[in-house]
């Protein structure tokens, strides 16, 4: 299944992204245009430094609602195909939870910094619902990350430094509460039907106490780019 609806992810992890981007733009000050895939938030939080590209690989998106905004081309691309951007193009390159790590998406992304240019990667992390106390909605959660199956983000930092980038850091978030249960029973509904689980369990979850703690963690990543 596909991992998330780009506006419904946004809706639910900008808040806590949105310091980390302004962190890093007032700290290496990279210059633009810079690049996102998949976060039209972030997209939005980037053209206020200038020229932003935001990229999805979904031809039907629509990550606006229609409307144009001032400062962001909308491109029908993903990470995987090295020629959809030029080499050494973008100040900022962002990209949020994508499906794998693996081929060649980190060295694309990797490719397409200039140099002196920053890569923060936002990955999503099964902590919570693998631990939560049990009940409806840590058995919706634990089987909504099965059927997933996350890309771990634990190499993640250990990823960015083998691929030549330097000031490597990270960061645990977790998304705020009411936009984090838009995101997961859009994807419960998208998965359905879901035999390994209770009916009691897909009705219930919403009121479970714990389901105030989202069921998974956004993790950032990010490394500058010093060097061809």
């Known amino acids: 299944?596909?991992?998330?609806?780009?506006?419904?992810?946004?809706?639910?992890?900008?808040?806590?992204?949105?310091?980390?981007?302004?962190?890093?733009?007032?700290?290496?000050?990279?210059?633009?245009?810079?690049?996102?895939f998949g976060a039209p938030g972030a997209a939005r939080a980037l053209s206020l430094y200038g020229r932003t590209v935001l990229a999805d690989r979904d031809p039907f998106a629509d990550p606006f609602n229609g409307t144009r905004e001032e400062g962001i081309e909308?491109?029908?691309?993903?990470?995987?195909?090295?020629?959809?951007?030029?080499p050494r193009r973008f100040g900022l390159v962002h990209a949020r939870w994508l499906p794998s790590f693996a081929g060649n998406v980190l060295s694309n992304l990797v490719r397409w910094l200039k140099p002196g240019g920053v890569l923060l990667v936002e990955a999503p992390d099964d902590y919570p619902a693998r631990n939560l106390p049990r009940g409806p909605y840590q058995a919706v959660s634990e089987a909504l990350c099965d059927r997933m199956n996350l890309p771990s983000s634990a190499p993640l930092p250990g990823l960015l430094i083998r691929h030549g980038l330097t000031h490597a850091g990270l960061r645990h978030q977790l998304p705020a509460t009411a936009p984090f249960h838009v995101l997961l029973q859009h994807l419960i509904e998208r998965g359905s039907p879901w035999p390994e689980l209770e009916d009691a369990d897909l009705r219930d979850?919403?009121?479970?106490?714990?389901?105030?703690?989202?069921?998974?963690?956004?993790?950032?990543?990010?490394?500058?780019?010093?060097q061809e």
């Open 1 to 36: 299944m596909k991992l998330f609806d780009s506006r419904l992810l946004s809706a639910a992890l900008d808040d806590a992204a949105f310091p980390v981007l302004d962190e890093l733009m007032e700290y290496f000050a990279p210059e633009g245009p810079f690049l996102t």
């Open 205 to 226: 979850w919403p009121h479970d106490p714990v389901a105030q703690t989202p069921g998974l963690t956004n993790v950032l990543a990010w490394g500058l780019k010093t």
């Open 74 to 86: 909308v491109r029908i691309a993903g990470p995987e195909d090295p020629m959809v951007f030029p």
